[in-house]
Structures are given as structure tokens and as C-alpha cells.
Nanobody, 126 residues
Framework: QVQLVESGGGSVQAGGSLRLSCAAS????????LTWFRQAPGKERQFVAG????????RYGESVEGRFTISRDNAKNMLYLQMDNLKPSDTAVYYC???????????????????WGKGTLITVSS
């Protein structure tokens, strides 16, 4: 089992920045591929960013490419999402998810994830 706990959510004005964190426990962190998803009210869950267990490959959703940066710190068992130039359309609940050693293609699919955090809300005002 893996436990994931997100933090860093909050309210920010458009153009601002936030950094989300996800603390993982329960399994060898370095074996986990990790992904951020988000879900806005009334909308489907959306892939945001993912990083493979090796840390070599990262993927980004089209709407966040160039504004968000995913990273991991295996020594601290932490996953991060640096979000810059935030837009009102980024308003959503953000979820950290994990699975065991998947590929750079596998990290973009929610159905591949085995473990999920409870989410943290980001609200971006115009």
C-alpha cells in the first residue's frame, strides 16, 4: 500500500504561482511513477503532469505545458508541482497518483494509477 497526501493548495490571483507537494509513504518511493491529475467542478478528470519512476521522463498536459513543472525528491519521498502563470481555468481539485514502475506513456492514464491522494483545491481568480 501507498499513502499519498497532497498539500499546498489555496487561492491565488491569475498570473500568480503555487507549489503543490505530495508526500508518499508505504512503499519504496523510487519504484513509483507519479502523476498529477485535476478535476474541475462539472468536468472530467484531466491529466496534468507525470514523472516516471526513473525520473528521466516527464509528461505534461497540453493546457499546462510551459507553465507547470513536475519534480520529485526521492530522498524525501516527495512529489512536487510548480505552477506558474496560473489561469482561472486551472481552478480544480488536484490529485497526486502513483503506480509501480510504468512508462512515460503509462503515466498519463488515470486508469493505470493504483494509489490516489484525497486532493487539494486550487482556486485562481481573475
Amino acid at each position: 500500500q501507498v499513502q499519498l497526501v497532497e498539500s499546498g493548495g489555496g487561492s491565488v490571483q491569475a498570473g500568480g504561482s503555487l507549489r503543490l507537494s505530495c508526500a508518499a509513504s508505504g512503499r519504496t518511493f523510487s519504484d513509483l511513477s507519479l502523476t498529477w491529475f485535476r478535476q474541475a467542478p462539472g468536468k472530467e478528470r484531466q491529466f496534468v503532469a507525470g514523472i516516471t519512476w526513473t525520473g528521466i521522463s516527464t509528461r505534461y498536459g497540453e493546457s499546462v505545458e510551459g507553465r507547470f513543472t513536475i519534480s520529485r525528491d526521492n530522498a524525501k519521498n516527495m512529489l512536487y508541482l510548480q505552477m506558474d502563470n496560473l489561469k482561472p481555468s486551472d481552478t480544480a481539485v488536484y490529485y497526486c497518483a502513483a503506480t509501480y514502475k510504468t512508462t512515460s506513456q503509462g503515466i498519463i492514464a488515470a486508469e493505470n494509477m493504483d494509489y490516489w491522494g484525497k486532493g487539494t483545491l486550487i482556486t485562481v481568480s481573475s
